[in-house]
């Protein structure tokens, strides 16, 4: 039986703000040392699952990727990640979410998407980052240019 005391997660759907996802270039490892250290203080969470998106300096066809430059339809992805959130708090009982995805140019090793969720238990927090992830590759109007060493460029698939 849960402890009504620590449930956090009494919210309908549909009750949650719309947050801001996108970030200029790439996210700083400082901003995700700093939102996990911000969740200490929030003692009824027993378990977070984090996803990082780092940019792979892949081989193309003989030319190496040294960046992605992602760009979006910003309007529509918003929306898009909003619904996504909702549907996620929605299945699973979240305690906290968090997803920050790169626009503009993002270098090769560095990082392009986090995801956070944070709930009671571990299964949970992990089923709906992973969830998160898979949306968002799939619905979500991102779009990559890979760059490469040479300067040219080849739009990106999301696999």
């Not at 996802?21 to 203080?41: N, T």
């Not at 305690?95 to 990082?111: F, P």
């Not at 898979?134 to 991102?142: G, T």
Request: charged share 25%; aromatic share 10%; hydrophobic share 35%.
């Amino acid at each position: 039986m849960e402890n009504p005391a620590i449930n956090t997660t009494d919210k309908k759907p549909g009750s949650h703000r719309p947050k801001k996802v996108f970030v200029d270039g790439p996210i700083a490892p400082a901003f995700v040392g700093d939102s996990i250290g911000k969740h200490s203080r929030q003692q009824n969470i027993g378990a977070h699952s984090i996803f990082l998106g780092q940019v792979r300096k892949d081989v193309i066809e003989g030319q190496g990727v040294v960046a992605i430059e992602y760009s979006a339809y910003a309007e529509m992805a918003e929306e898009k990640f909003h619904a996504i959130r909702e549907d996620t708090f929605a299945k699973y009982p979240l305690t906290c979410m968090h997803i920050y995805h790169s626009l503009g140019r993002v270098n090769a090793g560095e990082i392009c998407l986090f995801v956070f969720t944070s709930a009671i238990h571990r299964r949970e927090a992990i089923d709906a980052c992973n969830e998160v992830v898979e949306r968002i590759k799939q619905e979500v109007p991102v779009w990559g240019k890979e760059i490469f060493d040479n300067e040219q460029y080849s739009w990106k698939e999301n696999k």
